[in-house]
């Protein structure tokens, strides 16, 4: 039996919470798994004045995957906590990948009236470590009438090609769609080029349908179609914003899990959930825990660990469907009595 190293990374606020769930799952597989607990995060900044340990780079280095909670927390300005952590983490190692599924589960309520889980079936690919969160800018002048902020939006043919070539991939294990998120008529540039790299990687997919829609346009439709997409492949921010609106219409952030991945390398990704820390429930026991969960589903698939990974999944979508539910998808549990479902649901199966 392979032992997988795992860093447990829970962040801020109810990031402990949910991810103390979600290796409580992982530990109820019976899989040999070794733990390292890694104490990071806004409490650690203020303690150290960092957000990670010197080593960090040494420590994630040694692990086969990463399973994280939110960083983030009133007392520490978001940029450090994001820039310090996060973006670090995934722009040192070049994760280039950011994985997340947007699939309503039956049993889970969506904000989009007669809409079922036929209707809600889809996967964002979204690049991860250039396009606007590329970090290349700076601030003049600051604190002057003439203070001028420049934040430059960076796309290397090769960092799109690659993240493209993915998403084609998935697109051919599913309905051979593939879905480009851009921008290209008024981003001259960037998304010319955008374009054109996937014009150029889709020739060497011949079986996959290429379809172009516009960000602004494609917001749209994911509210109005859904249906109508599966794999969509978009730029760092469009990226964002395209899959918190997936979250929402697939009952919410606490359901939204991701992968952050860097497919052919030794680099360690990391799994999460993409609600943030929410302070103003932290501590309360009632956070969502299936969003994590789903992320640790992700990391047992990156694993090797295929077997795994469905039976933790059937065990999500069982309680999704049955409960208990916590209150931000219709039901009254808290945050650890989703989690012992979940548990119960593997053995049961065992």
């Known amino acids: 039996m392979t032992t997988h190293r795992i860093a447990q990374l829970p962040g801020d606020g109810v990031g402990k919470e949910v991810v103390a769930e979600a290796r409580k799952a992982v530990d109820a597989l019976g899989l040999a798994i070794e733990w390292t607990h890694l104490p990071w995060g806004s409490d650690y900044y203020l303690e150290h004045g960092t957000m990670m340990a010197d080593d960090w780079v040494e420590t994630l280095r040694a692990q086969d995957a990463v399973l994280m909670g939110s960083c983030g927390w009133p007392t520490v300005p978001d940029h450090v906590t994001v820039w310090g952590m996060t973006l670090k983490i995934r722009q040192t190692f070049d994760l280039w990948a950011n994985v997340r599924p947007a699939r309503l589960l039956p049993g889970i309520p969506t904000k989009l009236a007669g809409r079922t889980p036929a209707d809600i079936d889809m996967i964002f690919v979204r690049e991860n470590t250039e396009g606007e969160y590329a970090g290349v800018g700076g601030r003049v002048h600051q604190g002057h009438p003439s203070e001028i902020g420049i934040e430059t939006s960076v796309f290397t043919r090769a960092g799109i090609d690659r993240v493209v070539r993915y998403a084609f991939g998935l697109a051919q294990q599913r309905k051979r769609v593939l879905t480009s998120a851009t921008k290209s008529n008024a981003s001259r540039f960037g998304y010319v080029l955008w374009d054109e790299v996937v014009e150029d990687v889709g020739a060497d997919f011949p079986d996959v349908r290429i ?37 929402a219409i697939q009952g919410g952030m606490g359901m939204s899990a991701s992968a952050n991945l860097a497919p052919g390398s030794s680099a360690p990704p990391f799994f999460e959930s993409v609600h943030g820390s929410a302070p103003d429930i932290a501590g309360k026991g009632i956070a969502n825990p299936i969003a994590t969960i789903w992320s ?24 999704c469907l049955h409960g208990p539910r916590t209150g931000d998808v219709g039901g009254t549990a808290g945050t650890s009595e989703v989690g012992d479902a979940v548990v119960a649901r593997l053995r049961a199966s065992a």
């Open 211 to 247: 379809d172009r829609v516009l960000v602004d346009a494609l917001a749209a439709r994911m509210v109005t179609n859904p249906g109508s997409l599966d794999v969509v492949v978009a730029s760092n921010l469009f990226g964002d914003i395209l899959t918190d609106i997936a979250a």
């Open 296 to 319: 640790a589903v992700l990391m047992l698939e990156h694993l090797g660990e295929p077997a795994a990974a469905a039976r933790l999944m059937a065990a999500i979508e069982a309680v």
